[in-house]
């Protein structure tokens, strides 16, 4: 399977735990994206990188949400001290670099996180 | 912030019918994008349009980029079940500016 891969797919946490997600992109794109989906809503942009440099992240980011992509491969996706409101789907995307090609962002399966 | 208007919000057509949903901005994009979600899934990307006025095929799927580059529309024809799910358009006003993402049209098949 050559596509976005994350895991876990599912997460159960009690309110004030810590949470790491990880997503694994395709494999020769070089810019990685995190989204978060509520119900009835369409995927809200948190951050992207770029090779392992961090470019932007979005005001939705809070100062408990930190985001790594070290090597420039995999990410992980940490959020500290949950809380209720942040229950959501984490989705992850990859693109290319590629001229012309670097809108075309392609998502994994993402990682459902439940804050009781 | 930018938004993207999707409609209709839902809808219910019978298998073999053609479909037709749309996408607004108040803001100019150079790209648009539209994704099908499946419950518990990624979105998956069906087509990219990159310039005003761009018609792009994808099997029974036709998407047209706006002459304004204020909006997008997507048809489907020949509907069958496995249409059924969420249908997002994504606009980028530039390769370094994320994705913007409307609210979803979702799509309800009847055999």
């Known amino acids: 399977d050559t596509g976005v891969s994350q895991d876990p797919r599912h997460k159960i946490t009690k309110r004030g735990q810590n949470v790491t997600f990880r997503c694994d992109p395709i494999?020769?794109?070089?810019?990685l994206y995190w989204y978060r989906q509520t119900l009835g809503q369409g995927p809200e942009f948190l951050t992207y990188?770029?090779?392992?440099?961090?470019?932007?992240k979005s005001r939705l980011l809070s100062d408990r949400f930190s985001a790594e992509r070290p090597k420039g491969s995999f990410s992980t996706l940490e959020i500290q001290r949950t809380e209720q409101g942040d229950s959501a789907m984490y989705l992850c995307a990859s693109s290319s670099g590629r001229r012309g090609r670097v809108s075309e962002q392609f998502f994994g399966p993402g990682t459902r996180l439940t804050v009781l | 912030g930018q938004q993207l208007n999707q409609s209709p919000q839902s809808m219910f057509i019978q298998e073999g019918e053609d479909v037709s949903m749309n996408c607004t901005s108040s803001?100019?994009?150079?790209?648009w994008l539209w994704y099908k979600q499946d419950p518990g899934e990624g979105p998956v990307l069906l087509i990219a349009l990159y310039k005003a006025g761009e018609l792009t095929s994808n099997g029974r799927l036709t998407a047209q980029f706006g002459i304004t580059r204020k909006d997008s529309f997507l048809n489907i024809s020949a509907s069958i079940p496995s249409d059924v799910g969420i249908y997002f358009c994504?606009?980028?006003?530039?390769?370094?500016?994320?994705?913007?993402f409307g609210k979803g049209t979702r799509l309800s098949v009847i055999a």
């Open positions: 990188f770029q090779n392992e440099a961090q470019l932007e």
């Open positions: 803001s100019i994009f150079n790209t």
């Open positions: 994504a606009g980028l006003s530039s390769g370094n500016t994320p994705l913007v």
């Open positions: 494999s020769e794109h070089n810019r």
